[in-house]
Nanobody, 123 residues
Framework: EVQLVESGGGLVQPGGSLRLSCAAS????????MSWVRQAPGKGLECVSTINRRNSGGGSTSYADSGKGRFTISRDNAKNTLYLQMNSLKPEDTAVYYC?????????????WGQGTQVTVSS
């Protein structure tokens, strides 16, 4: 059974930082691209960042404009863990953040989601 368990969310002041983690199990983590997806209150889902399955070489990561220059996605395949380092946080980053597993290499849809971790940016 695929399991994705996020952690690291919380309340942070504007300009602060958080590091989200997603512990994966039940599948060969290194074989799948992964994403962080968020949902702000009253809004739809936004794919914040994607990392390819091996995180090697150029072009292995991508970011939505909302997080470029502030967010860094990474993975530790030995630990089966996905990370999202978020710096210079803004109130508009307030959302539930989910890690998601792509179904296959076409990167067109997700087949597994975590339960989410709440990030609140407020003074």
């Amino acid at each position: 059974e695929v399991q994705l368990v996020e952690s690291g969310g919380g309340l942070v002041q504007p300009g602060g930082s958080l590091r989200l983690s997603c512990a994966a199990s039940g599948f060969t983590f290194s074989s799948y691209a992964m994403s962080w997806v968020r949902q702000a209150p009253g809004k739809g889902l936004e794919c914040v960042s994607t990392i390819n399955r091996r995180n090697s070489g150029g072009g292995s990561t991508s970011y939505a404009d909302s997080g470029k220059g502030r967010f860094t996605i990474s993975r530790d395949n030995a630990k089966n863990t996905l990370y999202l380092q978020m710096n210079s946080l803004k109130p508009e980053d307030t959302a539930v953040y989910y890690c998601a597993k792509y179904t296959d290499s076409s990167l067109t849809d997700f087949d597994s989601w975590g339960q989410g971790t709440q990030v609140t940016v407020s003074s």
